[in-house]
């Protein structure tokens, strides 16, 4: 057990507090940690699960079994759970402040939905559990389903896909199986203004499609002109994202899905960006044969410091028999079931495995009906409100390269200052943290240089958002007035600016240098 | 507004501040002829009312049955801190790590993460997690592909039928061919239907994809496998349980270049069908071709240690169409889940939940067979196997009133396989207990008897 | 609605991270927080509960009725989660690190207490459900009374008290009825050592006794023959703290039983520190008359920054009768019942609501079981080998006025720094806060100079152990090199030292000049 | 050991520095005579194991009937929130914030606990928690004896019982003398009864107690009952449930000196008694009698605001016998709990849910007069109430094999009171349901027409 202990360099000391460079370690507040590989000893372990039995592998050929346990950390509860403690107090969260990332809508997760969730009768059934014994579940993903179908005006939907991009990638293969269910097989292309989300082309590359992109105008909108030379019999969508990474509203929208209809194409609307006008837009008011929704954007269910969503995908009636299976049958007695592998052949089949992500399905159901059809345009209205709100405050002090009416949220840029000053906004954002505030995400999207894009939310109080502005002001005097310190910000965190590029040229992805197992089993 | 702080005196202040009479002046964008006209939804509900119906509705599901029931998703003990740790708001309403200086404890659990699956798989390099079980295989698939510049891809008729169709859909969209390999009547993969299918020198191949244990949980041969596939020029995707992993030879020891698989089974609840996590790991040669996020080691500025998002030229925000997937949005509060179930539990209580698993599934097929239920596959098995019970759907339902859910009627997948239609696929866990063994047993018994008659 | 929002003081800027005194406030880390009533704005709020319908009030006389809703503050769900997540930054907890305050017993809190007390069937049972409702619950208290019988040696055991010190309160009162049982009524003094805890001598006044304290010999044992000498009619009983609060086991127990027992007293045992002696030594077996437990000390139960706990009492033979009610029965069936109001009119009657904090022993019962007779001797042996441990390190730097085997906790003293350096021990308390620990219990017991009292508990790991022995090492040689950085310590924690004597001078309590109500009623 | 992280090697070190042989040279202080033998308890159990127990018996409580109990303690909708913030490790395993640098968090809860329980009381000083409501009800009368000498408490008979027989408890050991106040036929304290009492010159009296609302559900004449003690020179002690004060006069505004109160509705758990909070305010100048922790507002060395324990002169650990009382562990987290929930429900909604039940409790009244049921009682009610019904524990046993969890027979508390013993006691709530008030007055018009037949 010798190698396992060896692995820990010396003068490592595990347990303590770690960072050589901190002679003091505070005993409250965000410290760095050892990780679980330095806190571990051989036999440390808390009793979870009783020994097996003599003979519980019997029958299994030696060659198939592993010799060594793998060499997993060795830690008791209580430094285990410390540990995860002390880390999670590294982060910045909506729970502990403003979160204003731009395109990820970093709105408040309401904490009943977190109890939903976890109730067992949600949380313990099996996904292959007999229909009748999933009538609960299964009647709110149908609810659900109609919900969104009102929400989008569209005709049907799924709730399977994992998560916006995943819904991007259903429905581009749905948009796939109608060309060719028409014997049109020469669609090869997938438009995409510059505008769109990067999952967009993405997308249209995974799906097999060649990437047609798109300008935008002076105004932030589809350059229609350079739409229509794109045009034509090649031509097999376009997938618009509406609003806007730069959060404008594409007003032309209705001559812009006129415009594919006429090429053959399909209109393709990215909704993730849905919280901007719940109830005052519907994608298929306007045509679009397809839409995702991003669950864990627009209602609400939290992003878990990268995931899980879900990007259920709304359909018009071309693409209804396309949809990926099981889908959420409702029987003449009112019961409910789900469609059986290979019952509607025209399905392009299943994206992933069981009905969809139930977990973060029923945060989404619960923030719908705790809203109402009026609470759902009120987030709609604040979320612009907050929104303009900012952008208005801050026009004096950065460049909005689109200074016009926005929706949930708008880009604004450092091209001044860097010009003025040599900060960038890379500085300005590191420079927000020591003000407590979470940066807007930044150099997104590609086409504004230096950009910031800003989205407040609905659920932040106006204090907050003055307080925002109020430090971002404050960043902009001090690019003037010392723009060192903006160079080397941030200087209040747990750790200063990184050595990225080290970190990509020698990448090191776990903890140590691969060996297979290395601990002898004891048992 | 439920959830919001804005007070109509908020809200006016805004407006004034802004110079509008009314907040419909800021939705003058959007064309009058598609203006929506208001939405027809039920609530507003109160949360006391939210409450009430959410409680109804899951207390309209039935999960009081004896289960044995698993076909790719397992109960497991969890200890109680993996929930504890989940819930910490610092972590679940965090974001992706885009500032790495106030993100060191997401960044630091992930890189943690991919230690530890790379300790489980015996491979270098863990995306910080895919969707699910079936989407990281149909990811697998797609590397092969592209590390090879081949196009044709096989998998073992082994592999969870879910996760073939997934891959089916994802590679549908393409000028790749997916076939299956056959398996032998033991329940393992045919070694030499496979060396036929690799042989076709007109088609190479680009990766085969066999899983450990399979679907019917028969153990495969994956080192023989393997070896065929890397003698064509293939790669090896091992579909992998996780938990398996602390008593089966892991897939970098057998040669294997990818592992994908279904992390539910590492703490995560059932959950009717997710947020579930999708595993994916390969050999460092084939680091820059993972989808997905990847965390590493570096320092800061004063020299400290920290851990930051790295290679990140794969992804799409930087990309676009040409990123190596479309994946944003992952899984990552599964995988710190993952990660605080494995660090509870230890390397020992993993062992001692894989294997006690296993002891309690050679109780259950003793106890089937003496009810009449016999194995239906010869080949050795970990936790998991298909038994042998003519009409096994009626039986099936006959049980469900009994309070047991006798696992997998397999004629769900294999409507039309004269063997499958009547089986059933069974589990057993540390979880499951020798009187609900009994209670099945004793309850096939009684039904076979009535079902008979 | 005005003078609510009066009251805020101007300039201050609600929703902005706190203090005048940091111009910049960590994005992440220890921050000061506004207070609610800063936070708060009127409308706010989130929809819990629907508005009630008209004449909900109807028959209630107008002037029992409030006219104005209680100045509550006025929150929206995310303002009012992030206020106290980031509150809870602010806290050093066992989950966070090493807690060594002595005499409290800051072990490890094993995580699976917590799931086991928040399962419906436990914490959505009414106290006053009849038995047939709550017969889990019962059989849980009958069998964790057994447990607590063969851990004491005891006769029986009540499980109703709240706390230790109610506990004492129980058991004194049961002394008293019992003397009374037997017309004594000369009985008014209760002898305590002094190096017993401020709950025995205070216990013995609410029970309306006469304290008569007992100094320590040298040894820090019971000076017997001061004992001795106190012994007599009025004597009640003794309250003996053992192991006592200087962490020694009473080596003279059985001597000491005796001698009250022959002057007619009973022997009362202080068993907060049983995690010291458990399976080592029986109170019963000692001929101790009655006892109680510290569940949230021994048995592991968490202590909640300030309580909840459990104090349950043991009885010999003599104080049977006396249990307060209502106690546990077992009914012929093996069914389980509560002994019904005046069953036993021998009882002291009840010291609190309902069977006791059911809550707190479900945790008990839980750490019981995981433990066995095995794991609990080990729990002490773990214990008391750790604080000989470290005893033994800081033995050469600080001074230990008892340098024998300890128990479960030691004491030492800064006099050495302070004769040497002017470093006080609170000095060294508040620098271990820079060294990221949290202090020992200082200046207690109050019978020893410059008191630390150390108890580092069976979970604190042997790395964690000589970091903290060496981080109080380090402060000693910096008491000797300077000594101001120690007299100004904590520099590292969210607040320095504290201005106390003005918070005691002009106490404030509560954030308004109270007013009573003063929110107009809106609806 | 379980949870330890000592493995024989740690053991070993720490032996060997200590120079001990065996762990048990350090038990020799013990003299062998009453060294243990080692005991006899079940156990060790495994996790897994102890899961499987621990959910078996919650599992044989039944929490599943439609429930009209209350009689002090009660059912409300409590935030999620709640339990998520409770549950944080840096809040329920902390301690006593002896250290105040690094227990702010504690600290200003506390401090904002006292703020809120101030503004619902209209009392200023408030302890930082107490056991439960019959400690603190008991505490308050050792306070009136204290503050004022005497030697004589009266407690009006609507008063809790347990709250009365923890009183009495609490005096026994004592010269004090303890007397009940008698109702009237409408269940309010009998006043002409009390003046009568306060009149015996011989025997000041130091404190009355009454309970607002008391516990039959009726609302006292506080005004009067305290204008009488005061005319006596006797405190007045207001013993208040809190959820009520949303909507009832608070005790400041009637001139009582301290309340005492069951903080249980506020966010807490039924939990079958405990843990639970004591309720104990008054005013500011008895704030030195007050038992228990107070914490207050002052500056830390910077100038910045910061909170500390203050007032300790009054408690054991540094005055020992002469404390105020010998409280040390209290229900801070309890009081917490209370604070997030007062802090999440709002002004407005804690109104809404104490007028919700009495809203309620109007349909149950009506509903069981309709089935037979009248209340005993003609006193104004909040949200509880007794009625008769003929043969009540009978009838309660027959509604429970229904579904329904009728209230308290009052027989359980006063077997011996004609009226009372053919009575329930009965509560609704913000919870309470229609359709449960329904069937709960089907259900008795059926038992009625049974248990008489
Ligand atoms: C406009 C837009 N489209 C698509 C996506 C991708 O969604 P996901 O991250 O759920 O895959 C995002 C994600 O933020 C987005 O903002
Ligand atoms: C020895 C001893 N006795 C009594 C008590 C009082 O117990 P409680 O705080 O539970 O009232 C304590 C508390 O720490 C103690 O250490």
């Known amino acids: ?523 | 507004m439920p959830y919001g702080p804005h007070t109509p005196d908020d809200r006016a202040r805004m407006r004034a501040a802004l110079g509008i009479a009314s907040i419909d002046e800021l939705f003058e964008d959007i064309p009058l002829a598609v203006r929506a006209p208001g939405l027809d939804l039920p609530g507003p509900l109160t949360e006391l009312e939210l409450s009430f119906r959410l409680r109804a509705l899951a207390g309209r599901n039935r999960i009081d049955l004896a289960s044995f029931l698993g076909a790719g998703v397992y109960r497991h003990y969890v200890p109680a801190a993996v929930d504890q740790i989940a819930s910490r708001g610092e972590f679940y309403t965090a974001y992706t790590p885009y500032q790495p200086e106030i993100s060191q404890g997401t960044l630091q659990t992930i890189y943690e993460y991919q230690s530890m699956l790379a300790e489980l798989t015996a491979l270098d390099a863990v995306s910080a997690s895919h969707y699910d079980g079936a989407t990281a295989t149909a990811e697998a698939a797609l590397m092969c592909l592209r590390a090879t510049g081949r196009a044709r891809i096989l998998v073992s008729a082994g592999v969870h039928p879910e996760y073939l169709a997934t891959t089916r859909t994802y590679l549908d969209g393409s000028r790749f061919a997916l076939e299956t390999v056959p398996l032998r009547a033991d329940g393992t993969t045919d070694l030499a239907a496979l060396e036929r299918l690799l042989a076709d020198a007109s088609a190479p191949v680009a990766g085969v994809l066999v899983a450990q244990p399979n679907v019917f949980g028969i153990l495969e041969p994956m080192a023989e496998a393997t070896r065929l596939a890397h003698a064509a020029g293939a790669l090896l995707v091992a579909v992998v349980e996780p938990v398996s992993l602390a008593v089966l030879a892991p897939p970098g020891a057998y040669g294997a270049d990818i592992a994908a698989g279904e992390g539910q089974p590492l703490g995560l609840p059932l959950g009717y069908g997710g947020p579930y996590l999708g595993i994916l790991a390969a050999t460092s040669a084939l680091m820059r071709q993972l989808p997905g996020r990847l965390v590493g080691r570096t320092t800061d500025a004063d020299g400290r240690r920290a851990f930051v998002m790295t290679l990140r030229a794969r992804e799409q925000d930087i990309r676009r169409e040409r990123a190596a997937s479309n994946i944003c949005t992952n899984q990552a509060l599964c995988a710190l889940a993952a990660t605080v179930y494995l660090a509870t539990i230890g390397p020992h209580g993993l062992r001692d939940a894989a294997a006690l698993g296993a002891a309690r599934a050679r109780e259950l097929e003793r106890a089937l067979a003496a009810a009449g239920a016999p194995r239906v596959h010869a080949g050795p098995y970990l936790n998991e196997f298909a038994v042998h019970v003519s009409d096994a759907p009626r039986v099936h339902a006959a049980l469900l009133e009994r309070g047991i859910l006798a696992g997998l009627p397999l004629a769900t997948w294999f409507p039309d396989d004269p063997v499958l239609r009547d089986a059933l696929l069974v589990c057993a866990t540390e979880v499951t207990q020798t009187a609900e063994i009994e209670a099945f047993a004793a309850a096939l018994r009684d039904v076979r008897t009535e079902v008979v008659a």
């Open chain 1, 1 to 523: 057990m010798s190698e396992h202990i060896d692995v820990v360099a010396p003068g490592d000391a595990p347990g303590a507090p770690f960072g050589a460079a901190d002679a003091l370690c505070p005993a409250v507040g965000a410290a760095l940690q050892p990780t679980l590989d330095e806190l571990s000893r051989p036999g440390r372990r808390t009793a979870r699960v009783p020994h097996p039995p003599a003979g519980a592998l019997d029958g299994i050929p030696a060659e198939q079994l592993r010799s060594l346990p793998p060499a997993l950390p060795e830690v008791a509860e209580p430094d285990a759970v410390r540990h995860f403690v002390n880390l999670s107090h590294l982060n910045y969260a909506v729970d502990t402040g403003f979160y204003p990332l731009g395109s990820c809508t970093m709105k408040w997760n309401p904490k009943i939905n977190e109890w939903a969730a976890r109730l067992a009768g949600f949380a313990d059934l099996h996904p292959l559990a007999p229909d009748a014994l999933a009538q609960g579940t299964l009647e709110l993903l149908w609810d659900l389903e109609r919900w969104l179908c009102e929400v989008s005006g569209m005709r049907a939907v799924t709730l399977q896909p994992a998560a916006g991009a995943q819904g991007e990638l259903t429905g581009i293969l749905m948009v796939r199986a109608w060309h060719r269910s028409r014997g049109d097989s020469a669609r090869s292309e997938i438009i995409v203004p510059d505008s769109s989300h990067g999952t967009n082309p993405a997308t249209a590359s995974m799906a097999g499609y060649r990437t047609i992109t798109v300008k935008s105008d002076a105004r932030g909108g589809v350059d229609l002109d350079a739409l229509r030379a794109v045009l034509g019999p090649r031509t097999a969508a376009i997938m618009l994202t509406n609003p806007s990474t730069l959060g404008l509203f594409e007003d032309q929208v209705c001559e812009i899905v006129d415009a594919v209809h006429a090429a053959g194409g399909l209109a393709y609307m990215d909704g993730a960006n849905m919280n901007a006008v719940l109830g005052k837009f519907r994608p298929g008011d306007a045509g679009f044969d397809v839409m995702h929704f991003n669950v864990h954007k627009t209602f609400s269910t939290p992003h878990g410091g990268g995931g899980p969503g879900a990007g259920p995908v709304a359909v018009g009636e071309k693409l209804l028999p396309f949809l990926p299976s099981p889908r959420v049958l409702r029987e003449q007695d009112g019961s409910f079931r789900l469609e059986r592998p290979g019952e509607r052949p025209t399905s392009i089949g299943r994206v992933r495995s069981h009905v969809g992500s139930t977990g973060v399905l029923v945060r989404a159901y619960a923030y719908l009906l705790a809203h109402g059809a009026a609470g759902l345009e009120e987030v709609s209205e604040d979320a612009v409100l907050a929104a303009n709100y900012l952008r208005h405050r801050l026009r004096g002090t950065y460049e909005i390269p689109y200074d016009r009416v926005c929706k949930h949220e708008f880009v604004a840029s450092a091209s001044n200052l860097k010009r003025e000053t040599g900060v960038r906004t890379l500085d300005v954002a590191k420079r927000l943290i020591d003000h407590g505030h979470h940066p807007p995400t930044i150099y997104f999207p590609l086409i504004v240089e230096e950009a910031l894009l800003i989205e407040p939310t609905e659920t932040e109080s106006l204090e907050t958002l003055d307080d925002f502005a109020g430090a971002l002001e404050a960043i902009a005097a001090e690019a003037h007035e010392d723009p060192e310190a903006l160079h080397s910000a941030p200087h209040s965190a747990p750790v200063r600016r990184l050595d990225e590029a080290t970190a990509a040229r020698q990448p090191d992805l776990h903890w140590r240098p691969m060996t297979g197992a290395q601990m002898p089993c004891l048992d």
